[in-house]
């Protein structure tokens, strides 16, 4: 049997042999990953709000609304650090987290774009505007982890392959209530080859919650009764999610790590 044979065998037994864990739905643990950081400011609005800042604030907004709902919310970054982009789905494996959100604020050359996207993984190129918005976010994460390994590669792509259809499920959710916060109907989900979403071994998407080059979503973002609409509205996708049905996989955190 080939060595990409068995490495399918073994993410599909991952996903789907176990049984789920009957109390995981009150104490769901989310991942969440707010982008950018540190030296990596990401997009910025015309007025200068950086996309690390904005991201970081809905996180932690977000954290405290999945927090009250009964899920375990948990930062990736509590702060204006760097976290190398193939290092935060990492963390969340160790840790053992039931889905993973990255939080982002898009940003396009018409500065009347608004209103959300939401992306879960594709292990091809998507279209031209998917593969332009990933393009941004992939900025620095051109290498794979492990030193460019042909079997580090494999895995990823199989890690994300076990759980594509809960993350398109994932996605759909919480777009339907950031549209309906947003008034935009027209919207769907998206994939693109988004490399913090490459190794994550759960259910993983990357929200791009506004477009902070719009002008009037820019001075939105930097209200804060507005970031908590985001993130109701994201932790009632969430709910939906997991109303729906979703059967998450028993996993422990690694040995010492958080």
């Not at 996207?117 to 505007?129: M, P, R």
Request: with cysteine; aromatic share 6%.
């Amino acid at each position: 049997m080939s060595l990409l044979r068995v490495l399918l065998c073994f993410f599909s037994l991952l996903a789907w042999a176990q049984p789920p864990n009957p109390a995981a739905p009150a104490k769901l643990k989310v991942w969440l990953d707010p982008g950018h950081g540190g030296e990596d400011r990401g997009a910025r609005g015309p007025k200068g709000l950086s996309e690390k800042e904005a991201a970081l604030a809905i996180a932690q907004d977000l954290r405290d609304k999945l927090r009250a709902a009964g899920f375990e919310a948990v930062l990736g970054r509590e702060d204006d650090r760097f976290i190398p982009v193939w290092d935060r789905a990492k963390k969340a494996n160790e840790a053992g987290a039931d889905l993973f959100l990255s939080l982002h604020l898009n940003a396009a050359r018409a500065k009347g774009a608004r209103g959300s996207e939401v992306y879960f993984l594709s292990l091809g190129q998507g279209d031209a505007d998917a593969q332009a918005v990933a393009a941004l976010e992939n900025a620095g994460a051109e290498r794979t982890p492990e030193g460019d390994s042909l079997v580090a590669g494999i895995l990823d792509d199989l890690a994300q392959k076990a759980f594509l259809q809960d993350s398109e499920r994932l996605a759909v959710a919480v777009l339907t209530q950031l549209n309906r916060l947003g008034g935009i109907r027209q919207r769907g989900v998206k994939q693109a080859p988004f490399a913090v979403l490459r190794s994550a071994a759960m259910p993983a998407v990357l929200v791009e919650s506004a477009f902070i080059s719009n002008p009037k979503e820019e001075t939105k973002l930097r209200d804060q009764d507005f970031r908590k609409r985001i993130a109701d509205a994201i932790t009632r996708g969430i709910q939906r999610f997991v109303a729906d049905g979703f059967r998450p996989v028993k996993r422990k955190a690694v040995e010492g790590k958080p």
